[in-house]
């Protein structure tokens, strides 16, 4: 089954401060997406991958960098941290070869104070 | 600019009844229309998903209406239960493009009334 982790779960983090977000798949999925949840506005893209060492920006990349080491890793870095960031954090991984899904991890939900 | 919009913003139906969750799209390159299904405090998940070629699909209770012309579409929750509680996205995406990137509405919540 289809499985993509995030860690960690909750986050609480100070302005000016910098925020690492990790996601795991086991899938063996080259794409990868980092999305963001806000009330009103449903899922934007903020970064994503097409495999280990890629990364792309997505609609909405400022204030954020994102690493892809593995097939596996995909991280998202807050390097300043500040309150507009507050926000549910969503990690997907997805291979147009073979359908279009998207699978999601759990979530991480961060608050800036 | 909103690419895929979403109504009503929430939605509360008794169940047993039918639910209509409403979506609509800006660009008619879009080919593929998924709609994932959203608990608290869990990701999104694939519920049921439609291409352009279709005007309808249906997956036990669960049916989408398509039309190409107007760029519109609907979910359809028929005999709803009180399982079927959470927050429904419709998202679109063109299949020719090697990211696949969904383009995702505000979605709608959906309230179940035993």
């Known amino acids: 089954e289809a499985a993509v982790t995030q860690s960690p779960r909750n986050k609480v983090a100070v302005t000016g401060g910098k925020v690492t977000l990790s996601c795991n798949q086991t899938n063996n999925h080259n794409n990868m997406y980092w999305y963001r949840q806000d009330t009103g506005h449903g899922l934007r893209l903020i970064h994503y991958s097409y495999g280990a060492g890629s990364t792309e920006k997505g609609d909405i990349p400022d204030g954020y960098k994102a690493s892809r080491p593995s097939q596996e890793n995909f991280s998202l870095i807050l390097e300043l941290a500040t309150p507009s960031q507050t926000s549910v954090y969503f990690c997907a991984s997805g291979d147009m070869g073979s359908s279009y899904e998207q699978y999601f991890g759990p979530g991480t939900r961060l608050t800036v104070l | 600019q909103q690419q895929v919009r979403q109504s009503p913003q929430s939605l509360t139906v008794w169940e047993g009844e039918t639910a209509i969750l409403n979506c609509s799209y800006e660009?008619?390159?879009?080919?593929?229309f998924p709609w994932y299904q959203q608990f608290p405090g869990e990701g999104p998940a694939l519920l049921i998903s439609?291409?352009?070629?279709?005007d309808k699909k249906e997956d036990g209770r669960f049916t989408i209406f398509f039309n190409k012309r107007e760029k519109k579409l609907s979910l359809h929750i028929a005999d709803s239960q009180p399982g079927d509680s959470a927050t429904y996205f419709c998202a679109a995406s063109r299949r020719g493009s090697a990211l696949g990137r969904l383009h995702f509405g505000a979605g709608t919540q959906l309230i179940v009334i035993p």
């Open positions: 439609i291409l352009s070629v279709s």
């Open positions: 660009n008619s390159a879009f080919d593929y």
